[in-house]
């Protein structure tokens, strides 16, 4: 029996703080739109945040990367993003045309997909803009949540530095993507390169 490579690993302590995390996205949406209970929602998006931090940097520091940590993960955290600006604009907290904008950007970087496919290629690796836009955001949404609180003493000064973490990670998020653009043409153009050296 062979062994299971560091690569194929499952169970290792990253991936099952991103499985948790991925478990978190329903409970968050009901929180959000069911019971209305701001503070544990919050608090879920706080300890979503920390365990995105804290998978990396144990993933890292103890060799336990892997095939699957490296799909779950960004997976996790987008659905975070999407399951949040769904519940904040379902609550009327942040304007439909913002979810466009962030929904619309998946969208531009879906579309590669099939061509990245036809020279052979699964995925485009993560770029360090997309994970630095994550971040951001996941920072502002939190925030844009106690700012809807109207009339406390947090809602302004929340407002103010939420939505400025949020411009910082829609732009981060869209230049990320364009970068993406640079990353297919260079990976097409080398996989045309050995295309023609077979010929």
């Not at 209305?36 to 060799?63: H, S």
């Not at 769904?86 to 619309?104: F, Q, S, T």
Request: aromatic share 14%.
């Amino acid at each position: 029996m062979s062994e299971i490579s560091a690569e194929d690993r499952v169970w290792t302590i990253p991936n099952i703080l991103s499985f948790l995390r991925l478990l978190g996205v329903p409970v968050f949406l009901w929180l959000v739109l069911g019971p209305k209970a701001d503070g544990w929602a919050i608090a879920l998006l706080i300890a979503a945040a920390f365990t995105d931090w804290l998978d990396g940097k144990i993933a890292r520091a103890f060799n336990q990367t892997s095939r699957l940590g490296r799909i779950i993960d960004p997976a996790a955290d987008k659905l975070y993003v999407f399951a949040t600006i769904l519940g904040l604009a379902l609550r009327e907290v942040i304007p439909w045309w913002l979810v466009a904008i962030i929904l619309g950007r998946e969208l531009f970087v879906a579309s590669f997909a099939p061509i990245l496919r036809k020279y052979g290629y699964r995925a485009l690796q993560v770029h360090f803009l997309g994970k630095a836009a994550m971040a951001n955001l996941m920072y502002a949404f939190p925030l844009l949540f106690l700012a809807s609180h109207t009339g406390t003493w947090y809602a302004d000064l929340s407002r103010i530095i939420g939505w400025s973490f949020t411009v910082w990670g829609v732009g981060l998020y869209w230049w990320a993507g364009l970068l993406y653009v640079v990353q297919v043409r260079q990976l097409v153009g080398a996989a045309k390169a050995v295309q023609n050296t077979k010929e």
